[in-house]
């Protein structure tokens, strides 16, 4: 009988960190985003910035899992009044369907409507995913990215 590959979500703690901070420091996960921190490799800044976000009660954040393992993670919060999604995975579970499967259970713990989301236009990964799971594109501008070191398009997209 085949296996059903499937993840689930569960609350971070700190101890999830040192996994998320390798998985978000890969080169190609990094150019993907686009939009990063202006320095992965740095744990102090990482460290800090989840220890705030672990503590905000305003953010909906989650740890994605696959066979007992943290292989990611995702997150609502508010950018500029707006409410957005943003998640990301270790690149060994690339392509496999456990993103969209990810977020469309994420989307369930949320009530409020619209939701938005941003992805670099070139990230057919993220976009797919976010199409996949009923986001609609309403626009683009353009934005600096860290990860290319220029200023690039960013799709916006929105649920309703
Ligand atoms: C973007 C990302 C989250 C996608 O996760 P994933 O688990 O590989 O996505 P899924 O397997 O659920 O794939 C969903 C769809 O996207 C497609 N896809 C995934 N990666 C792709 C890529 N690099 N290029 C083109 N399509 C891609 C899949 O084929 C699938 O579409 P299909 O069902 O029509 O075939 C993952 O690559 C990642 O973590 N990247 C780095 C961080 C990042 O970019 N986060 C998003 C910031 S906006």
């Not at 985003?33 to 202006?38: I, S």
């Not at 707006?82 to 713990?109: M, P, R």
Request: charged residues 25%; proline residues 2%.
């Amino acid at each position: 009988m085949s296996k059903v590959l499937s993840v689930q979500l569960r609350d971070p703690c700190d101890s999830d960190l040192a996994i998320l901070f390798e998985q978000q420091k890969d080169s190609d996960y990094n150019n993907m985003a686009a939009f990063t921190k202006p320095d992965p490799s740095d744990w102090n800044a990482f460290h800090e910035q989840w220890t705030r976000i672990l503590s905000d009660s305003n953010i909906l954040k989650k740890v994605i899992l696959f066979d007992g393992a943290v292989i990611g993670s995702i997150c609502k919060f508010q950018m500029f009044g707006k409410t957005q999604v943003c998640y990301g995975i270790d690149k060994n579970f690339w392509g496999k369907g456990f993103t969209t499967s990810a977020l469309e259970q994420f989307l369930h713990l949320i009530d409020e409507r619209p939701l938005y989301a941003q992805a670099a236009s070139d990230n057919h990964g993220s976009i797919r995913v976010l199409e996949k799971c009923g986001f609609k594109l309403i626009g683009t501008e353009i934005g600096f990215a860290n990860a290319r070191q220029s200023e690039i398009e960013e799709s916006i997209f929105e649920l309703v």
